[in-house]
């Protein structure tokens, strides 16, 4: 069973500051990560994947990669109100399925 | 981005009722997916299509569902005799052959079993 953890928040932050957001994966030959951010009642909307190991910056989002210690996490720089969502970590197996974790509520006050 | 529509938006059924959801991808996908979220819980994997046929499927995907492609355009998720604990949202998700790096997901359906 391939495992993938977030702790479900919610992770509040202030307007303008950074929110850090974590997962763990159990796979160790998991090779593809994604980031999806789902707002109540909507369906998940992609804000980022990752496949190496370090990195990866798209404007005000970052994820960043370690397999070594099966954990992705994402960035979100000068946060806004807007941002408040829960964020989904999501590993694609074999034949492309898909394993999502439960999802961190990030909630930015103004 | 890629169109995924879902019909309906929202579904109230009785418990023993059989449910069919609808869901429209573009033409040009590659992959199609079923899944299942339960209020407040993680979005779970159902079932998923490559070149037309069943490629994997959940533990949860017993003989309460099935799926079928009527007219070769849309895919239908059928509940047969829905249970209280079936109320969840429904999305269908493609991945596309011109981006395999993405999934794009339809707007839901909202199941409500009473």
């Known amino acids: 069973q391939k495992e993938v953890e977030q702790n479900s928040g919610p992770l509040s932050v202030p307007e303008g500051a950074i929110a850090s957001l974590n997962c763990t994966y159990s796979d160790r030959g998991s090779q593809s990560f994604f980031w999806y951010r789902q707002y109540s009642g909507k369906s998940p909307e992609l804000i980022m994947f990752i496949y190496s190991n370090g990195d990866k910056e798209d404007g005000r989002f970052t994820a960043q990669l370690n397999k070594a210690s099966q954990y992705v996490s994402l960035l979100i720089r000068d946060s806004q109100p807007s941002d408040s969502a829960t964020y989904l970590c999501a590993v694609k197996g074999n034949f492309n399925k898909f394993y999502f974790g439960s999802g961190t509520k990030l909630n930015v006050k103004p | ?114």
């Open chain 2, 1 to 114: 981005e890629p169109e995924v529509t879902q019909t309906p938006s929202h579904q109230v059924t009785q418990m023993g009722q059989e449910v069919i959801l609808r869901c429209v991808p573009i033409s040009n996908h590659l992959y199609f997916y079923w899944y299942r979220q339960i209020l407040g819980q993680k979005v779970e994997f159902l079932v998923s299509f490559y070149n037309n046929e069943i490629s994997e499927k959940s533990e949860i995907f017993d003989d309460q569902f099935s799926v079928e492609r009527p007219d070769g355009s849309n895919f239908t998720l059928k509940i047969r005799s829905t249970k209280l604990e079936d109320s969840a949202m429904y999305f269908c998700a493609i991945i596309t052959r011109s981006n395999t790096d993405t999934q794009y997901f339809g707007p839901g359906t909202r199941l409500t079993v009473l």
